[in-house]
C-alpha cells in the first residue's frame, strides 16, 4: 500500500487534519510536541487507499530528541512515499527550512498550508502560485475547519511528483562526500549523509558504518564552519521565496498579543499563574463543584438507586440480590460516579489551559523553579496532568528531551493527588472536618507537592540532571474550540468511566463476595461468621497498627492498590451503607472506622502509597525494572513513616475542633512547604546553576 | 555583544552562536540564524533569560544558552 506521510513543525495542525480524514482521535492540542509518536491509519484517496502517517512535528532533518528521531526514521526510510509538510501560515519563515530540507533529499513533497485565514488576520498574504514556482512543489492553502478538506488533499496528493533538487545544493560540492559515504550505507542514505559531512556532524550519519581506520578521514569532507555556511545558504533562499510569495507582510511582526504583556510580564505573570490555579481549584473542590456532586449523587443514588430497590422489594426480589444491587452497583459504583462532575470540571480547565496555549508560556515561567529539581519547565504540563489522572499523565513526559529529567517527572507524577482520590479525601474529610474539610483536601494536595519537591531534590542530589531544556517556543494565544474541547473532554470522562464499568465494578463484586462469604464459601447469614476478606485483612492488619488502621481500612487500601475509586466504594460495601452515608458511617462504629487521628493517618497514606495497576503499567514501560521495584518501595515506606507520625502527632495534640483544626493542619503543611522551598533554594544558591554551566561546557 | 546584554524592547542582528555542534545546529533551526533580527520581546528576569521575537515567532530562551548567541545593535 502507498505511504503518505505528514510532517511539519510542532504545532503545524498535522494530528488536526490526521483525525479530520481518517476519522481517527489522535490527541490534539496547542503546545509543542503533543504528537509523541507516529499514528498511523490507511486513508481511501482518489479512490485508492494509502496509509496516513502522522509524524511528530520537527524543525529539522537531524533529530534532538527520541520523538524526533521517529520521524526522521520515518522519512529517510520510506524516501518513495508521498511526504505532505503541513505548514502554519503564521510560521511560513521558520517552517520553510525543513520544507527546504525535504525538497534537498528529492523526496515526492507536496506543501499544505494550514492556517491561512489567521495569518490574514494578522496582515500576511501569501501568493500561493508564488510559492509554489519558487519551491518546485505543489502548493495548497488547506484550512482544516473547512468542509472542502479531503477534497483540497485530494488533489493535493495527485499532484504530488518527486521534486528537483535546489541549485544551491551545487556549492556545497557534496561529490565527493556522497561518492565516499555511499560506500558504507544505502544509497538512499548517501546524500543525506553527504550534507552530514559538510556540516562536519561525522559523529552524527544515518545507519552507515564507516571503517574505524577511515573515520580520521571524514573530518576533511567538513567544509570550513560548515554548519553556518549551510544554514546561511538555507537561509537566504528561504528570503528569497519569501521575497517572491509575501504580497503583504504581518501588522505586528513579532507575533506579541496584548495577554502575552500581562502573561510574560516579570511582575504579573507568577501572581496570574497562582490565581489561575487558585481559581480552577475553588470552582473544581469549592461550592460549585460540591453543588454538581450533591445533585449527582441525588440523581444515581437516591432516584435511580432508590427507585431500583424499591421495584425489587415490591418484585419480591431474593435479599441476597437486593444486598448486592444495593451495596455493589448502588453503593460501590454509584459513590464514585457522584463525584464525576468534579472530574469533568479538572480535565475542563486543564484542556481550556493547553489549547489556549497558556501552558508553553507556563513551562517557561518554571522552567528555572524546576530546574532546582532536576526538572524541565515542561514536566509542569505532565505533572498537573497528574491532578487529573496518573495513567493519562505518564505518557505525556515522552515530550521531554532530557531522559533524567523524564524519569523524574515519572516518578513524581503519581504523587500528585489524582482526581480518583478525590472522592476518598472528600468523603473522609467531609465526615470529620465539615466545612473545614476543603483546607484539609488542599493541604493533602499540598503535602503531596512538598513530598515530591524533597524525593527530586533527594534525586537530584544523587542523580543530577546535567541539562534541562533551555529554548520553550510560545504556541500563539488561541480561543479553545469548543469542538474540540468537548472532545477531549469526552475522551478522558469515557476512560475515567470505563474504569468503572470494568475494572473498578469487577474488583467491587470481588469485595462484596469477600465480604458476605465466608472462607468455606457459605453465604453469611448472621454476624458470628467471619468473612474471606475479614479474614485476610486481620492478618495483614498488625502491621498497620501504628496508624491506627482496623482491618476495614486495610482491606479498602488493598483494593485501593487496583484503582482508586475502589477505597470509597470499598468502605461502602463494608459498612453496608450507599452514597453519601459513606461519611457518616466511618464516625459510627461500622467495620471500617476512624478516630480524627487515624482518619488523617488514612488520608496522608491513600494520598502517598503506590498508584493504580494501570498507572503502574504505564510506570513500567519507562523506567528499569530495578527503579521500577524500588519506587514502589520507597512509596509505601513513605506513606507508612509520614502516615505513622500523622498518626502520632495529631493524637499528642489532641482534637480540638472541626474548622480550627483543619485551619491548623493547611497552615503546618504551608509551613511544611516553604521551609522546605526556602532550604532548597539555599542548598542551590551556590551549586545548581554553576553545575549546569559546567556540564554545558563540557559537552 | 550577548544576546543576555541586550535590553527589553531593542532589536539586534545575530552574528554567530558559540555551543557544540548539535546545540548550534537546533539553535539555528528554531530561528536564530546569523543575520536574523531579534527583537527582546518580553522579561529578562535574573536567571530565567529572557522572551525573544525572531522570524515570526516568539521564544523563551534560558540564560545560559542566550549567552552563546552573540548579536550585534542595529
Redesign the interface.
Known amino acids: 500500500m502507498n505511504k503518505i506521510f505528514l510532517v511539519g513543525l510542532a504545532n503545524a495542525g498535522k494530528s488536526t487534519i490526521f483525525n479530520k480524514l481518517t476519522g481517527s482521535d489522535v490527541h490534539t492540542g496547542n503546545w509543542h510536541g503533543v504528537t509523541v509518536n507516529k499514528a498511523v491509519a490507511t486513508c481511501n484517496i482518489n479512490n485508492q487507499k494509502y496509509l496516513l502517517t502522522d509524524l511528530p512535528g520537527v524543525y529539522g532533518l537531524t533529530p534532538f530528541s527520541p520523538e524526533e528521531a521517529v520521524t526522521v526514521r520515518e522519512i529517510l526510510n520510506n524516501q518513495d512515499s508521498i511526504f505532505v509538510n503541513v505548514i502554519d501560515a503564521n510560521n511560513l519563515e521558520r517552517s520553510l527550512n525543513l520544507t527546504l530540507q525535504l525538497i534537498e533529499l528529492g523526496l515526492r513533497v507536496v506543501v499544505a498550508l494550514n492556517f491561512i485565514e489567521d495569518s490574514k488576520k494578522r496582515g500576511v498574504e501569501i501568493n500561493l502560485s508564488a510559492l509554489s514556482n519558487a519551491l518546485g512543489v505543489e502548493v495548497l492553502g488547506l484550512e482544516i475547519n473547512t468542509k472542502n478538506l479531503y477534497k483540497n488533499f485530494s488533489k493535493l496528493i495527485s499532484r504530488a511528483k518527486i521534486c528537483d533538487k535546489p541549485n544551491y545544493l551545487k556549492d556545497w560540492n557534496l561529490e565527493e562526500p556522497v561518492q565516499f559515504v555511499g560506500k558504507y550505507c544505502d544509497t538512499s542514505f548517501a546524500l543525506y549523509n553527504g550534507i552530514r559531512l559538510r556540516e562536519g556532524a561525522s559523529d552524527d550519519l544515518w545507519n552507515c558504518e564507516i571503517p574505524l581506520s577511515l573515520q580520521s578521514k571524514l573530518k576533511n569532507f567538513a567544509l570550513f564552519d560548515g554548519l553556518k555556511i549551510i544554514t546561511n545558504t538555507r537561509t537566504n533562499e528561504v528570503n528569497k521565496i519569501l521575497n517572491k510569495c509575501l504580497k503583504s507582510k504581518a501588522k505586528n511582526p513579532y507575533g506579541s498579543s496584548k495577554f502575552d504583556k500581562i502573561f510574560l510580564n516579570k511582575i504579573t505573570a507568577i501572581p496570574v499563574f497562582l490565581s489561575i490555579m487558585l481559581v480552577i481549584f475553588y470552582i473544581t473542590f469549592g461550592f460549585f463543584g460540591d453543588f454538581l456532586s450533591n445533585l449527582t449523587n441525588y440523581f444515581f443514588v437516591d432516584f435511580c438507586g432508590g427507585g431500583l430497590i424499591k421495584l425489587m422489594e415490591n418484585l419480591s426480589a431474593p435479599i441476597w440480590l437486593v444486598g448486592f444491587v444495593n451495596q455493589v452497583l448502588i453503593g460501590g459504583v454509584g459513590s464514585v460516579l457522584s463525584f464525576l462532575p468534579q472530574v469533568i470540571l479538572l480535565f475542563l480547565f486543564l484542556e481550556i489551559l493547553e489549547q489556549s496555549g497558556y501552558l508553553s508560556r507556563l513551562a517557561w515561567l518554571l522552567e528555572n523553579s524546576l530546574s532546582k529539581f532536576g526538572l524541565s519547565g515542561r514536566s509542569i504540563f505532565s505533572l498537573l496532568m497528574g491532578f487529573g489522572c496518573s495513567t493519562t499523565a505518564i505518557p505525556t513526559t515522552a515530550t521531554l528531551q532530557n531522559g533524567r529529567a523524564r524519569t523524574k517527572t515519572v516518578l513524581l507524577i503519581p504523587f500528585m493527588s489524582c482526581s480518583a482520590k478525590l472522592p476518598v479525601y472528600s468523603a473522609i474529610a467531609g465526615a470529620f472536618f465539615g466545612a473545614g474539610s476543603v483546607l484539609v483536601i488542599f493541604a493533602l494536595y499540598l503535602l503531596g507537592i512538598a513530598v515530591a519537591l524533597l524525593l527530586a531534590v533527594v534525586w537530584q542530589k544523587i542523580y543530577p540532571t546535567l541539562s534541562s531544556e533551555e529554548i520553550v517556543e510560545f504556541t500563539p494565544l488561541r480561543m479553545p474550540k469548543f469542538r474540540k474541547l468537548l472532545q477531549n473532554i469526552f475522551k478522558n470522562i469515557y476512560q475515567f468511566l470505563s474504569r468503572i464499568w470494568t475494572v473498578l465494578l469487577a474488583c467491587t463484586i470481588i469485595i462484596w463476595l469477600c465480604n458476605n462469604f465466608t472462607i468455606t464459601f457459605q453465604f453469611i447469614t448472621n454476624e458470628t461468621q467471619v468473612s474471606i476478606l475479614e479474614t485476610i485483612s486481620k492478618l495483614i492488619a498488625p502491621i498497620f497498627a501504628p496508624l491506627g488502621f482496623g482491618w476495614g481500612a486495610v482491606c479498602a487500601l488493598i483494593f485501593g492498590l487496583v484503582a482508586k475509586e475502589l477505597i470509597l466504594s470499598g468502605i461502602a460495601v463494608l459498612n453496608g451503607v450507599v452514597g453519601s452515608a459513606v461519611a457518616g458511617s466511618l464516625i459510627s462504629g461500622s467495620i471500617v472506622t476512624f478516630t480524627p487521628a487515624s482518619c488523617l493517618a488514612f488520608l496522608v497514606f491513600c494520598l502517598l502509597y503506590s498508584p493504580c495497576v494501570s498507572a503502574l503499567s504505564q510506570l513500567k514501560h519507562i523506567v528499569s525494572k530495578r527503579v521500577f521495584w524500588g519506587y514502589i518501595f520507597l512509596q509505601f515506606a513513605i506513606a507508612y513513616g509520614l502516615g505513622a507520625l500523622t498518626y502520632l502527632i495529631v493524637d499528642l495534640v489532641g482534637y480540638i475542633g472541626g474548622l480550627e483544626f483543619a485551619w491548623l493542619i493547611f497552615a503546618s503543611v504551608c509551613v511544611i512547604l516553604c521551609l522546605e522551598y526556602s532550604l532548597i533554594c539555599l542548598l542551590n544558591k551556590n551549586t545548581c546553576a554553576s553545575c549546569r554551566r559546567c556540564d554545558f561546557q563540557r559537552k | 555583544m550577548k544576546l543576555t546584554e541586550t535590553k527589553q524592547g531593542q532589536k539586534v542582528k545575530i552574528v554567530?552562536v558559540n555551543a557544540?555542534?548539535?546545540?548550534?545546529?537546533?539553535?539555528?533551526?528554531?530561528?536564530f540564524?546569523?543575520?536574523?533580527v531579534v527583537?527582546v520581546?518580553?522579561?529578562?528576569?535574573k536567571?530565567?533569560?529572557g522572551?525573544y521575537?525572531v522570524?515570526?515567532?516568539?521564544?523563551?530562551?534560558?540564560k545560559?544558552?542566550a549567552k552563546n548567541i552573540l548579536v550585534e545593535p542595529i
Open positions: 554567530d557544540p555542534l548539535f546545540l548550534r545546529r537546533r539553535i539555528f533551526e528554531l530561528g540564524s546569523p543575520s536574523t527583537f520581546y518580553a522579561m529578562q528576569r536567571g530565567i533569560g522572551v521575537a522570524r515570526g515567532a516568539v521564544l523563551g530562551v534560558d545560559k544558552i
